[in-house]
């Protein structure tokens, strides 16, 4: 008996071609988790609470699994290029779109200048010139070569993605072999046990946890899972390889990054920790040293001065990988904007090689513009971490609209107790936040006001563009605000316990109380308020192309 035939309309992009297979989308998610985050972020997460540390990265770790578990949902179901700037224009129209696809494209478009920062930082161990470590800032040479470096990572990308990928996958190959070479290593050479409580186990407390968790460099460390889903329109077979390619970039990177911090906190000489973590790079002797490359210093510190040369060559290949898969995203999620049609058409034009060229040219571009206010790795790190939380609170949100909006639809990867999780994973994206400081809150705040007029130009100018969604995003801006008043009164500012941008008159853990409640009465609200399906199934149309499947008793 022959096989009934539906079509069933889906997002489909124009001019990409899928040439992605299983490892090389893994990697294309791996080469982003695994950057300069392993190369400064166990020093950060030591010193704010010491051997706690290793459960901050483990407790991220699991946070960043229930994201990316629901960021596989969407992409296997709408497997589209920007993924992350387009679902939630799917679930709740344009005004939430705008919000959720400016805070894709900022996440994004920041990586590879940060990343440069770090190159250059360890640079400088042999070129002191690149980088002022009193100051934390790239000098004037650094920043000519940060522009370079950029430029470089530009011309890389426009060569056709199978090509890109075979170079990518080398790259990658090399970025997961020597942390974990560097675990082995450490691990044999000597582990100390009394490192783990050098001044208390966690000397910062559960707040200094959390802070860690957020500010720390940690959830910056682990950015990189969405990948997938911003070079979803690029993938083979996506219902299949996509799934598996986050959860195994988020598995992996969990791992690795657990164990360094592990082998990091170990094989310091103890003599190094006589006053414990809190104050540790003034009071070791190691000075900027360890600031310009933590794992190089405590290497040459235990007499492998053969593996800290090693881990300075990774230092450049590392963060350069991480620098490149990151203009390619940002390039795929203006492609996305354009389809949503809030960027200029002109960002959805593609090259005979299947390329977003202006998106690439854009992604340059724009990047320079955070080399000027932010002129360090720090600095930039918390803002980038922001940015990314709130674009990750698209994915359960626009998870639990679809699951109302067209239940009959295909879902190759099905997201378990997805009641329950969604939500949970809304209420995570929301401490994230909190947990960012009010400094960090307060600066996205302006950000996201700023790329609202400039979505709101280039709108303006295109006759085609999609209706307001006014009714159906209300819930956003109430929970940005929201967020804003809740930080201003609680307990983080963004580092300090105390600090004049708090009031800190809700006490601590009433505060964490107060996000998780806040964030539900938003969840549900939005969920109410989500477009119809007919509304919702419109907007896929406008970008659609059709695909036969197995008869299913999906009729759209």
Known sequence: ?????????????????????????????ETSIIGSGWLFAPLLAALAVGGASILAWVIAGVIIIVLALCHAELGA???????TARFPHFAFGSLAGVGFGFFAYMQAVTIAPVECFAFMNYASYYWPGLYDHKTGNVTGAGFVFTILLMAVFVAVNFLAMRVFARVNNVITWWKVAIPVFTILVLLFNGMHASNFTAGGFMPGGAHGLFSAIAAGGIIFAY?????C?????????????????????????TAIYTLLEVVFIGAMPPSLLTHGWTGFVTTSGLGAEINAGPFAAVSAAVALGWLATLLRIDAFISPSGTGLIYTTGTSRIS????????APQIFGRVSGNGIPWVGLIGAFLFGLLFLLPFPSWHSLVNLIVGASVLMYAGAPLSLGAFRGQVPDASRPYRLPWAPVLAPLSFIIAGLLIYWSGFEVVWKL????????????????FDKQRPPLDWKNALWLPAWLI???????????????????????????WWDMVVVAGFSLIIYYWAMWTK???QEMLDLVNRQAGEQELPDTGIHH
């Open 445 to 460: 705040g302006v950000v996201l006001v700023i790329g609202y007029v400039l979505i709101g130009i280039s709108m303006a």
């Open 335 to 342: 492609y996305g904007l354009a389809r949503n049609r809030y």
């Open 1 to 29: 008996m022959a096989t009934e035939v539906t079509v069933e309309t889906r997002p489909a992009d124009v001019g990409l071609k899928r040439e992605l297979g299983l490892i090389g989308a893994t990697w294309a998610s």
């Open 229 to 253: 889903d911003q070079l979803a329109g690029e993938i083979k077979n996506p219902g299949r390889n996509l799934p598996r390619a986050i959860i195994l970039s988020v598995l992996i990177g």
């Open 77 to 83: 179901m709408y497997p589209v290029s920007g993924g």
């Open 223 to 227: 950015s990189g899972f969405e990948q």
């Open 482 to 508: 929201g967020l804003g008043i809740i930080s201003w009164q609680g307990q983080y500012s963004g580092g300090a316990v105390a600090s004049p941008l708090n009031t800190n008159n809700i006490p601590f």
């Open 531 to 533: 477009l119809p399906r």
